[in-house]
């Protein structure tokens, strides 16, 4: 009896023990299953807090309008595109509204290049940015406007503007009744003095020189004379010069003298290969001979004069006598007297004439 108890007793020791070390094994699983829980728990916090991050930062790029740098490439790519095609409709329809408005090329491509001077000559378009070391004349669009009787009138607020009514003659148109020009309220007269020949280079007086300034000054229109030179050379530009002095030193001449400077269109012309250089330089010694005289000397020409033939920044010291036949004017820089139209008529003078307006009045001195 003893012995059997003895082993059943040491046996149940021994499952005992076994419950124990199964007990602490299952504990230690439930602890580490309960651990590795608890990590998978934190980190699907974590990614859901960097999830929600990511989320919040979409929401602020789409509500604040950042951009990756992709989507902002593709974003002014794509404005650029539609920034090209708005500008170009806008373009055309511009073109078009000036054609169908009844403007013409010139005035059409001018009113696109608005910094720049549009000259034309022989077919082509020439580009000149305007020059803001040169003065400008600083008038208004809507300052000059022609009347009824197609006068152009003067109505901008600069007292100092003449605003009187001239004409240029020579003689083309024949025999002049000067008192019917006064009259009819021309106020001053550039007559021609002479001319030299395109091709042969001989300074020629014009033959309606007398009589032309003799009448103005007797019904008392302020005369001023003006020489077409196709001076090649300083010593022509000088000759032309001292033969106008000559020719008016019997008369009272109370406006500029000038000098008409435009390229000739002949294909003969003897100042094809004259340079600009030589342009300007002629110009310049006409004016300071002229001005050494006691006479107040100025420029004549049209928009090809003032651009493609001289170099204004070397003739600012001078007054300048601008053609150009449309209103609004279309030169910028600063003149003194703008001839607006080469068909006008005034009484008392058969056919067409030059009609100017003053900018400047001289009579003073």
């Not at 009896?1 to 299952?26: A, P």
């Not at 004259?274 to 928009?303: E, H, R, W």
Request: net charge negative.
């Amino acid at each position: 009896m003893t012995d059997y108890n003895d082993n059943k007793n040491t046996n149940r020791g021994f499952r005992n023990t076994q419950n124990i070390v199964s007990i602490i094994f299952l504990s230690l699983v439930s602890l580490l299953a309960l651990s590795l829980c608890i990590v998978i728990l934190l980190r699907n916090a974590t990614l859901k807090k960097e999830n929600e991050a990511y989320k919040s930062e979409i929401d602020t790029f789409n509500t604040e309008g950042y951009y990756t740098n992709a989507q902002a490439q593709k974003l002014l790519k794509e404005a650029k595109k539609q920034q090209d095609t708005d500008t170009r409709k806008e373009l055309l329809n511009q073109i078009q509204n000036n054609l169908e408005a009844g403007k013409g090329t010139n005035a059409t491509i001018r009113s696109l290049f608005t910094d720049q001077l549009v000259v034309t000559d022989s077919g082509k378009y020439y580009f000149f940015p305007i020059n803001k070391s040169i003065a400008g004349n600083g008038f208004k669009e809507n300052d000059f406007a022609l009347n009824q009787e197609n006068v152009l009138k003067y109505q901008g607020t600069d007292s100092s503007v003449s605003g009187d009514l001239g004409i240029d003659v020579s003689r083309f148109q024949g025999d002049i009744d000067w008192q019917k020009v006064a009259a009819a309220g021309v106020k001053f007269a550039f007559i021609r003095v002479g001319v030299r020949g395109t091709t042969a280079g001989k300074i020629v007086l014009d033959d309606h020189f007398v009589t032309n300034v003799q009448g103005a000054i007797q019904n008392g229109i302020k005369v001023g004379v003006y020489f077409y030179s196709q001076a090649v050379s300083d010593e022509e530009a000088l000759e032309e010069a001292k033969f106008v002095l000559d020719a008016i030193e019997p008369y009272q001449i109370t406006y500029p003298v000038v000098i008409d400077m435009e390229l000739a269109d002949n294909e003969n012309a003897r100042t094809l290969n004259t340079t600009q250089d030589q342009f300007t330089s002629s110009a310049k010694l006409f004016c300071d001979t002229v001005k050494g005289a006691g006479y107040t000397p100025m420029i004549y020409g049209n928009l090809k004069t003032f651009t493609l033939m001289l170099d204004l920044t070397k003739l600012t010291d001078y007054d300048t006598w601008i053609a150009y036949y449309s209103v609004p004017q279309y030169y910028p820089y600063s003149f003194s007297v703008w001839q607006y139209a080469s068909e006008g008529k005034i009484d008392g003078i058969d056919g067409k004439v030059d009609l100017n307006i003053g900018v400047k009045d001289w009579s003073s001195k």
